[in-house]
């Protein structure tokens, strides 16, 4: 089979799907592979990821790892919402064909720039390349400097 039978679990019963009026953190991001696009919501209590919920405008597998992800941070320390990796999230789900990975890369980065927005928003200081994967659209440490083209 194609996908296995958690994908197809997340896929046809996503956990966390909504919106969350009183977030703490919201982060959006966009999959460069396929134009699809994501958003998470986190609420935060003392450095403790509370509740979290997701809505994507995305593939199958798109929804399944979000789906999963949110599972995966709920209740955890920030820490370790960041050090969550799409390769995590796969290998919790069994596993998703090779051309369906990119989709996976969505949830890991909805997830940190729904942290790195609840640190803009609460005025906690942080290193921005540890929301830096080089190719993600959630910081701009990689950006080329602006006057790097008139030189
Ligand atoms: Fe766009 Fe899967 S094809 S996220």
Not at 78 to 106: F, M, Q, R, T, Y
Not at 116 to 145: L, N, R, T
């Amino acid at each position: 089979m194609l996908y296995s039978e958690k994908v197809m679990d997340h896929f046809q019963h996503p956990r966390n799907v909504g919106k969350m009026d009183d977030a703490d953190g919201i982060g959006e991001v966009g999959n460069a592979v396929c134009g699809d696009i994501m958003k998470m919501y986190i609420k935060v209590r003392d450095g403790i990821i509370v509740d979290v919920k997701f809505n994507t405008f995305g593939c199958g597998s798109a929804i399944a790892t979000s789906s999963m992800a949110t599972e995966m941070i709920k209740g955890k320390s920030i820490d370790e919402a960041l050090a969550l990796s799409n390769k995590a999230v796969v290998e919790a789900l069994d596993g998703l064909p090779a051309h369906k990975i990119h989709c996976s890369v969505l949830a890991e980065e909805a997830v940190k720039a729904a942290v790195k927005d609840y640190y803009d928003k609460h005025g906690i200081a942080y290193d921005p390349e540890q929301f830096c994967s080089g190719d993600c659209a959630c910081c701009h440490a990689h950006d080329v400097p602006a006057d790097a083209d008139q030189k």
